[in-house]
């Protein structure tokens, strides 16, 4: 039997094992998925005992993301944004991929959203926000990288080409002219509360939301009010399981039934 995991902490309230159980038993692959919380100070203990171990893949999540780095050969994705989300052990020793930036871009893609030549904002600018806006330039928009602490906001813009900063007194003005605007900050996570004022949403872009509880946040349902299209946050992490599933198995993942599966469990 393969195992597979989501290395993190904490984990036990994680979505990743019944979305990527829910697609091995779907394809009829011998393989589990389990969570392993591991200990800050044992963490390059624990990277090393999993590939001793023979586990064949992690989901990496909070707070391991950026030391995985130092012990993974790094993709593109993974340089660029400068975290691992997701290993794969291969016989040629361990890759980091992040999934959280290529999967955000399957997202869009699953509406049928082109960004290519669009102008996006991205409000925030901790780990969420890397990936969106390296993601978003990868793709062909110009990035506005917006954030409360400002100086936070212009240093990320300068690492992405095409890509400015800006404090969110400016949000209201970028907004306008937007074709994209993404939230990825934690404002609205558990509360009926958005970083982007209500009347600066109009109909004619695209409202993307990196929190997921609650799926419909404040920053959707004001952006749909407007006329807007909205794309709640289980699509993001939805889509980094299906790019981590199918750079682990090789396969097409089944995604209708790792989105009823995470679904059904929020
Ligand atoms: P993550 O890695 O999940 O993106 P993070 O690094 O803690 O999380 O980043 C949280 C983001 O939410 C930051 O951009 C933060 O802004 P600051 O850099 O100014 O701290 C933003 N944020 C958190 N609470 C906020 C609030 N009440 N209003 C506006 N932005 C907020």
Redo the contacts with the bound molecule.
Sequence with gaps: MDVYGIIGNPVEHSLSPPMHQAAFDELGIDATFVTFEAEEDRIEDAFRGAEALGIDGLTVT?PFKHDAFEFVEPTKSVRRVGAVNTIDFTDDGPVGYNTDMTGTLSAFEHHDVALDGTSAVVV??????RALAFGFEEAGADVAVV???ES?AHDLADEVPRASGHG?DELPDLMADADVVAN????GLESDES?APADAWHGDCVAFDAVYKPLETRFLADAAAAGAQTIDGAWMLLFQGVDAFEMWTGEDAPVDVMNEALRSHL
């Design positions: 909070l925030g600018a901790g780990g969420a926000a954030n409360r602490t936070k969110l990825a900050t934690s404002v970083v």
